[in-house]
Nanobody, 126 residues
Framework: VQLVESGGGLVQAGGSLRLSCAASGRTAVFNAMGWFRQAPGKEREFVATIRWSGSVTYYVTYYTDSVKGRFTISRDNAKNTVYLQMNSLNSEDTAVYYC????????????????WGQGTQVTVSS
């Protein structure tokens, strides 16, 4: 399984960015994907996850409190791609954002996914 992130960059405070994470390979082995971030000098932290059913298409999403109402995670099943729409960005959102995937949604939320992406830098200027 390979996870490739894109969409990071430099944005002014109050602006928006959309991150993408395209999964390839044996994508049927996992049923949850998510985003984490790591700011300079800080530990990697959970941002958002989305999980889905195998037979009936429904999605369940989770967010860390600091991004609720500002970030939205979504998935395009046909493209095996997960998105993170980030609005009302502030300087505290500056970090490297990592995509993750796993077969255990709870484990993924707790920072134990099966797969990690390489990360994409998001910088918010004030």
């Amino acid at each position: 399984v390979q996870l490739v992130e894109s969409g990071g960059g430099l944005v002014q405070a109050g602006g928006s960015l959309r991150l993408s994470c395209a999964a390839s390979g044996r994508t049927a082995v996992f049923n949850a994907m998510g985003w984490f971030r790591q700011a300079p000098g800080k530990e990697r932290e959970f941002v958002a996850t989305i999980r889905w059913s195998g037979s009936v298409t429904y999605y369940v999403t989770y967010y860390t409190d600091s991004v609720k109402g500002r970030f939205t995670i979504s998935r395009d099943n046909a493209k095996n791609t997960v998105y993170l729409q980030m609005n009302s960005l502030n300087s505290e959102d500056t970090a490297v954002y990592y995509c993750a995937a796993g077969s255990d949604p709870t484990g993924l939320r707790n920072g134990r996914p099966d797969y990690w992406g390489q990360g994409t830098q998001v910088t918010v200027s004030s």
